[in-house]
Every structure is written in structure tokens, then in C-alpha cells.
């Protein structure tokens, strides 16, 4: 039957058969949120989650304090603090001498279960570490993670102010606990990636100039140039690129010259050690594809081969997103991810870089434009990372257990990431192609 003059068509029901196909072509299009992924749900398993982490980290803290039988918290801190010590008391350089390091660290935890951990950091990064013995060691190492977690924590707050995840989520990853009892410096790279990516087209400049910190370690900021050039985002490069050179300058003047000579002659060493003969088992706390197909029997060639042929598709695919000034999110969660698996090199406590992913994931997934096969991708993607860190922590006390299942999270990571960009562009780069479909044929 006829509804009213203008109206259209009208059902039985009283519903005009213009609201009725909105709706089908509403559904159809998957616009609204799986069920799977509601806030309330997500919060209640991740206070779950957030309280057994607590709870664990609040048993260790009685061990260390009380039984002192073992490492003390931060047992990579002391590694930071015992080269700010040398650098004090001694000199910058003697930080790579391994019998002056492996006293001072061993100082710090007489009769502890740990084993030596060299310097191989550059002079830039041993300028933020300078000032850190001149407190007691417990005390550094509160006042480090403390400083670290505001910079986090600042970090996520601008990301999430669409509020695309609980932050109970954001609090309960388990990559932030690991690195606040790892004591390493993932907060202060993070931070830095989230205003390298997150600031980019609205304050290029300081976006450039937190790229350039990332000097401090200069494998993470490798990607970075290429997002900048590829996104034309020149002004950040350029800031990028005088932030970089201004803090080696500076190193350079305070340290001397031939302390950058030590370094590259320690990390060529280190790398060596490391990659090539899997000095201490790192392989097992290494969640790339290098040393994972190295633990399997690999030699070096077939295992950067295999880690070429995932980096390098990422990486061309990355370019093409920031060269086409695709979605913000978008673009920043394939700059993150891709940063992740284009290393050879890289810890688990590294991971905590993919929090921003998530966070951008599941903006992108909840955002207005995006179906519901590009959100369900978002967020399986999403969960893989979640869990990825906790995966290969575990495996650096329990190798024969969990490290099968790391390797599982590891290999599922840039399968579900690619599955995730082939639902992006089929639905269109920009995420609002349907929009577009449907308006072009009204």
C-alpha cells in the first residue's frame, strides 16, 4: 500500500519500506558492534586479567623483599643504573667493559640468580641514564618506572579519548606489568612512537621531534622516515631528522667521540653473541621470526629470508597506507605493527608498543565507515596482540611449555594483520566505501 505524499511505499506493519531497507542494508553492512566485543564484557574479563597480574606481582614483591631468593625487580634497570654508576664514578666508556659492569650489577643483588647483562645502548641513550645512580638503586628503579608510566599512561590518554576500549583493558596488558618488572625502557619508546604516529598531521613538528628521541633506539625508528616521506609529512621529517642529529651532537660533546666508536665495536659484538649464536638462550624471549626459525634449526640466511619476506610486504603495504593518507588509526596500527615484525632483534618487553595498536585497531573497528567483518578482523587482530607478550615472558622461565604457544601468537600475528588490511581494502582504504556506494546509487 501507499503511505503518505513523499513517503514512499508502506509495509503492513506501518513500516515504510524505505526505513525497512535502511535497516536490511544497515545490518548488512555490519555497522554495529559484534557482540562479542561490548565494553562490558571486555571490562569484566580484563579486571579478571588486571587482578591475577596484580596479585602475582604483589607475591614476587614478598619473595624479593622478605626471602630474598630472587632477582631483585628491574633486573634489566640495573643495568641502566650500573652504567649511570660508571659513568659517575668512573668514566662513560668503562660502561662497555664487562668486568667493571658485571661487578657493579652483581652488587646490586649479591648471591641473586642473574645473569650479566652487557651495555649495548648509544651514547644518546646513556645521556638519560646519566643521572640515575646518584639514588640508591630501589629507589631509581621506582622513580624510572614511576616517570615511564606517567609518559604511558599521558601516551593512552590521548589515544583514547574516542574511548575505543575500557581502560581497565589498557591497564591489564600484560606487557605493561612485564616491563615495569623488567624495569626497561618500553614506556619511554612507547610514548615516543604514540607522539611519532598519533601527532603527525596535527602537530608535525613535535610528532618529528619524538621520532627523533627514538634515537635512543634507533632500531625502532627505523620506519618511521618512510611513514614521514610517504605520508608527505615533511616537516616531521625534517624535525625527525635534526632532533636525531642534535641529541649524537650533543652525546658526542658530553661523552666524546670515542665512546660511539665503543658502541658500534660493542653492538657488532653483541649481535654476534645474540642473533648468531644464542648467547643465554635469547632466542627463546625473542618474539620475531629471525630467531624463531633459528630455534627451529635455521641458519641465519633462510631465517633473515623468512623474516625479509613478512617485513618487507608489511612494510610496502605500510607505505601505500600513509601514501594514500588512508585512516589515521589505520595508518598508525600498520606503522606499529609493522615496526614489530620487521625486527630480527627484539625482546619481549619490547612489545608494549603493541598496546597503541590495539588501541588503534579497535578505533578503527568501532568507527562509523567500518564493516562488520573489518571490525570482527580489528579485534581478533587486537586479541593476538594482547596476549603475544604474556606468551613469550612465560617462555623465558618455562621454554618446553609455553614457548609453542608464543610461536603460535607470533605466526598468527601477521596472518590475522593481512587478513585484517584484505578486509580494509575490499571494503575501501578509507573504511567509509559502502557510504560512498550507497550514496553514489541513491
Given at each position: ?29 555490519g555497522k554495529t558492534r559484534p557482540r562479542w566485543f561490548t565494553h562490558q564484557r571486555l571490562a569484566l574479563y ?397
Open positions: 500500500m501507499n503511505g503518505p505524499r513523499g513517503a514512499g511505499p508502506v509495509l503492513d506493519d506501518g513500516t515504510s519500506l524505505d526505513a525497512k531497507a535502511a535497516f536490511v542494508d544497515e545490518s548488512a553492512r580484563s579486571g579478571v586479567l588486571l587482578i591475577c597480574q596484580a596479585g602475582t606481582l604483589g607475591v614476587l614483591a614478598i619473595f624479593w623483599l622478605y626471602l630474598h631468593n630472587i632477582p631483585p625487580f628491574g633486573w634489566d634497570f640495573r643495568v641502566f643504573w650500573s652504567t649511570s654508576f660508571l659513568s659517575i664514578h668512573d668514566s662513560a666508556i668503562a660502561a662497555f667493559d664487562p668486568r667493571l659492569l658485571r661487578a657493579i650489577e652483581m652488587s646490586i643483588g649479591p648471591n641473586m640468580p642473574m645473569k650479566f647483562a652487557p651495555w649495548v645502548y648509544p651514547p644518546s641513550f646513556q645521556l638519560f641514564v646519566y643521572p640515575l645512580a646518584l639514588l640508591p638503586y630501589t629507589a631509581s628503579y621506582l622513580l624510572f618506572m614511576a616517570f615511564g608510566t606517567v609518559l604511558c599512561i599521558g601516551a593512552c590518554r590521548f589515544e583514547m579519548k574516542s574511548r575505543p576500549l575500557p581502560w581497565v583493558t589498557v591497564l591489564a596488558f600484560p606487557a605493561l606489568w612485564i616491563n615495569a618488572l623488567a624495569g626497561q625502557n618500553s614506556f619511554l619508546t612507547m610514548a615516543l612512537a604514540a607522539g611519532a604516529f598519533g601527532l603527525v598531521r596535527c602537530r608535525p613538528v613535535l610528532a618529528g621531534f619524538c621520532a627523533g628521541l627514538l634515537i635512543v633506539k634507533p632500531q625502532l625508528a627505523m620506519l618511521l622516515p618512510l611513514c614521514f616521506l610517504c605520508g608527505r609529512h615533511f616537516k616531521a621529517f625534517a624535525a625527525m631528522a635534526v632532533t636525531a642529529a642534535v641529541l649524537c651532537l650533543l652525546s658526542a660533546m658530553v661523552f666524546g667521540v670515542p665512546l660511539w666508536l665503543k658502541f658500534f665495536g660493542a653492538l657488532a659484538a653483541q649481535g654476534n653473541a645474540m642473533l648468531l649464536n644464542n648467547a643465554n638462550d635469547i632466542w627463546r624471549a625473542m618474539p620475531t621470526l629471525y630467531a624463531t626459525a633459528r630455534r627451529l634449526g635455521a641458519g641465519s640466511g633462510l631465517a633473515y629470508g623468512l623474516d625479509a619476506l613478512v617485513a618487507l610486504p608489511a612494510m610496502a603495504v605500510t607505505a601505500l597506507l600513509w601514501f594514500r593518507r588512508a585512516d589515521r588509526a589505520l595508518c598508525a596500527a600498520a606503522g606499529v605493527v609493522t615496526t614489530m615484525l620487521m625486527q630480527p632483534y627484539l625482546l619481549y618487553y619490547d612489545l608494549t608498543w603493541l598496546l597503541l595498536a590495539i588501541i588503534y585497531l579497535c578505533e578503527y573497528g568501532l568507527r562509523s565507515g567500518a564493516t562488520k567483518s573489518v571490525a570482527n578482523a580489528a579485534h581478533g587482530t587486537a586479541a593476538v596482540m594482547w596476549f603475544l607478550p604474556l606468551g613469550y615472558f612465560m617462555a623465558v622461565f618455562n621454554a618446553p611449555l609455553f614457548w609453542p604457544f608464543a610461536v603460535c601468537l607470533l605466526a598468527a600475528l601477521p596472518i590475522s594483520f593481512a587478513f585484517f588490511l584484505l578486509r580494509v581494502f575490499r571494503n575501501g582504504i578509507d573504511g567509509r566505501s559502502d557510504a560512498r556506494g550507497s550514496a553514489g546509487s541513491a
